[in-house]
C-alpha cells in the first residue's frame, strides 16, 4: 500500500464522522441522546418529524458509530456511543459560535435580556449549592433528569412546574437549567418564575456542556 493511497484511506476515515454530522436534525438528535436513552418514537416527537425520517437519520449516525441502539419489546432505544461524542457535540457547537456571526446573533436573540443569565463560574455555583445558598432547578423531563444531572440539583419538570411552585423558596436564588444553550425550557421557566416574583436565573449548561468542562455529575 503506497502512503498516498493510505493518507486518503485514514482521512476517509475521519471524513465519516462529518458526513454523519452534516444534518441539522442528526444534530439535535446527539444533543437529545446527551441527556439519556431515547426510542425513535420519542426523538421523532421531540424533532417534530416522522419515524421513518428519524430512522434514516439514527442510521447514518449508527453507520458512523456515533450512537448504539438496542430492542426494548417493540421500541428500538437509541443511546450515544460514549460520553465523547457528547464532548464532541459540544465542542462542535462552541466552534460554530466563535466562527459564525449568524449564530451568535441567533443566540442572542435567544436570550435578549443578559441579565436572566446566571453571572457565577461553575465551581461557585457548586459551592453555594452545597451550602444551600441556592436552589438548582432541572426542568428537563424526570427521566432525564434520573440518568445524569448537576450534582444538588432538584427535579422540577417545566410541565410541573406552576403546579409545583409552592415548593420553591422566595428567599434564594434560583437557577434553572435544561439540555444547554439551545435549550428553551430554562427560558419559559425564567419567564413563570419571575412573573410571580422569585428571583431565578438560567444556566446555559446542561449536563453535556458541564461534564465537558471536567465537572462532575450526580445521577
Not at 476515515?13 to 454523519?20: H, L, S
Not at 464532548?87 to 436573540?109: F, T
Not at 435567544?110 to 457565577?120: C, D, G, R, Y
Not at 432547578?137 to 440539583?153: K, S
Request: proline share 4%; charged share 30%; aromatic share 6%.
Amino acid at each position: 500500500m503506497n502512503k498516498r493511497h493510505t493518507k486518503d484511506l485514514l482521512y476517509e476515515q475521519v471524513a465519516r464522522i462529518g458526513k454523519a454530522l452534516s444534518s441539522p436534525k442528526r444534530l439535535e438528535l446527539l444533543g437529545l441522546l446527551a441527556q439519556g436513552e431515547k426510542s425513535v418514537e420519542q426523538m421523532a416527537g421531540e424533532l417534530g418529524i416522522d419515524i421513518k425520517l428519524a430512522s434514516a437519520h439514527l442510521r447514518a449516525l449508527r453507520e458512523a458509530q456515533l450512537v448504539g441502539s438496542r430492542k426494548d419489546g417493540k421500541y428500538v432505544v437509541y443511546r450515544l456511543a460514549g460520553d465523547d461524542v457528547a464532548g464532541l457535540w459540544v465542542r462542535l457547537r462552541e466552534v460554530a459560535e466563535a466562527h459564525l456571526d449568524e449564530l451568535r446573533v441567533a443566540l442572542d436573540r435567544m436570550v435578549a435580556e443578559p441579565s436572566k443569565l446566571l453571572s457565577l463560574d461553575r465551581n461557585t455555583l457548586l459551592r453555594r449549592a452545597r451550602r444551600g445558598e441556592l436552589l438548582i432547578i432541572d426542568v428537563r423531563p424526570q427521566e432525564e433528569y434520573q440518568q445524569a444531572h448537576l450534582p444538588f440539583a432538584r427535579s422540577m419538570p417545566l410541565q410541573e412546574l406552576a403546579s409545583r411552585m409552592t415548593e420553591l423558596p422566595r428567599d434564594k436564588d434560583i437557577v434553572a437549567y435544561c439540555r444547554g444553550p439551545f435549550c428553551l425550557f430554562s427560558e419559559e421557566a425564567h419567564r413563570l418564575l419571575s412573573r410571580q416574583g422569585y428571583r431565578v436565573h438560567k444556566l446555559l449548561d446542561g449536563v453535556s456542556e458541564w461534564q465537558a468542562a471536567g465537572m462532575p455529575l450526580a445521577s
